[in-house]
């Protein structure tokens, strides 16, 4: 495993956001949701792609506080633009677990 510097840790901007809204992604190659998240005033409202369907149903994403890097470029993913990056940890199966936290916090707080 490669080590980073203090410095390298503080480029990646982690904050928690709550999800506002989903829905099914179906032109992703692997099955998606498309999600609009809030991370308050600061940032805003960002859409993301996230191959969370396995555990998830879009009833029990709306509201659910997250955790996911808001400092990457903008990608394509077919005729969306996904702009922050939802983290999460792989389950035996290799299926996504989201990275949230247990007390709601404000929209935009940021992982220090």
Known sequence: MEEIS???FEKVDLRVGT???AEIFPKARKPAYKLQIDFGEEIGILNSSAQITHHYSIEELIG???VAVVNFPEKQIANFFSQCLVTGFPDENNNIIL???DKLLPNGSRLM
């Open 99 to 101: 990275t949230s936290v």
């Open 6 to 8: 203090w410095e390298d």
């Open 19 to 21: 999800i506002k809204s």
């Open 64 to 66: 659910k506080q997250i």
